[in-house]
């Protein structure tokens, strides 16, 4: 079957709205909460940098996992916030394409880097006298890199194979950024194989990583509800609190995405779901990281007052 294929430049975002005043209104909310996200984490990354009590391998996952987080917001929020703006909701096909690997391999990382930061938590609890054998600065770094490789590896192949494709139906995604789901539907050919791949990677990525985050809490758990006293099994669950939420609202964000609503609501809800992932998320881990963690919280103390007291010399 032969198509009308013609070289697309740019792609059209329709976004959230055609209101002039929605739109301004939205260009706020997320200007504000794109810089509360960058601020966050990067309080997270230097406050973890700067006091040698936070030298362990759980803020050194943390860090990572700041930086990941400041990186995959920035992959999106900018773009969404200039078309806001402007009212230009143009971009380009290699912008296009480029964001939408930054946003696949960045999260993909998230995912994994979720399961370290859990398998990191069971060693502690489960194993707290052989804790600074195992989880020693080599395989930290390692399994960083892991991340990092793995998910590039699971990402690019299946971009690479999406980039062989026509696109020949339209130039306009009805999303607010590059998204895989609605580019598919604008490329020609049979998509079977590209659609497999890209379950191949979701079960990979999503469910392979939750895998390991359950089987580590499980373990966890059970180990908690051994501990002879009240207060141990308090500290113990406070400890994987933060995390635990974390994933919570991280894997369970991206399930919803996995939902078969209503055809007319599908759209909507991806992009409501979208803007939790790429925005809300991103704000919340570092508040949610200080409020519940003592150690945190003791060391912007420490670092504040240290700048205060600078100040005033």
């Not at 975002?13 to 909310?29: A, E, H, M, N, W």
């Not at 580590?216 to 501990?227: A, C, E, G, M, P």
């Not at 894997?251 to 209503?262: D, E, V």
Request: hydrophobic fraction near 50%; aromatic fraction near 14%; include cysteine.
């Amino acid at each position: 079957m032969k198509y009308n294929q013609t070289t697309v430049s740019e792609f059209i975002l329709l976004g959230f709205t055609d209101i002039r005043k929605l739109q301004l209104l939205l260009f706020t909310t997320l200007l504000f909460s794109y810089l509360l996200a960058i601020l966050g984490n990067a309080v997270i990354i230097m406050v973890a940098q700067i006091d040698h009590r936070l030298h362990t391998p759980m803020y050194f996952f943390l860090q990572n996992f700041s930086f990941l987080e400041i990186g995959f917001t920035t992959a999106i929020i900018p773009q969404t916030l200039v078309h806001l703006s402007t009212g230009n909701k143009n971009i380009t096909y290699v912008g296009c394409m480029i964001q939408s690997f930054l946003y696949f391999q960045l999260g993909t990382t998230e995912f994994f880097l979720l399961a370290v930061m859990s398998y990191d938590r069971y060693v502690a609890i489960c194993n707290p006298l052989r804790y600074p054998a195992i989880m020693n600065h080599y395989l930290c770094i390692m399994l960083v890199v892991f991340c990092w490789v793995g998910s590039f590896l699971l990402i690019i192949g299946p971009w690479v194979l999406f980039l062989q494709f026509p696109i020949c139906k339209s130039n306009v995604l009805d999303h607010f950024f590059c998204d895989n789901t609605p580019l598919i539907k604008l490329v020609c050919g049979d998509t079977s194989l590209l659609e497999f791949f890209g379950f191949i990677t979701a079960v990979l990525s999503v469910l392979g990583s939750l895998t390991i985050t359950v089987m580590s809490y499980v373990k966890i758990i059970q180990t908690i509800l051994h501990f002879p006293t009240a207060t141990g099994r308090q500290k113990a669950f406070s400890t994987c609190a933060s995390h635990f939420i974390v994933v919570s609202i991280t894997y369970g964000s991206c399930i919803f995405l996995y939902i078969k609503p209503t055809q007319s609501s599908k759209v909507d809800l991806n992009k409501a779901i979208s803007v939790l992932n790429t925005v809300i998320t991103p704000v919340l881990n570092p508040f949610i990281y200080t409020i519940r963690n003592n150690e945190v919280k003791e060391a912007l103390r420490k670092a504040l007052g240290k700048k205060v007291a600078n100040l005033k010399d």
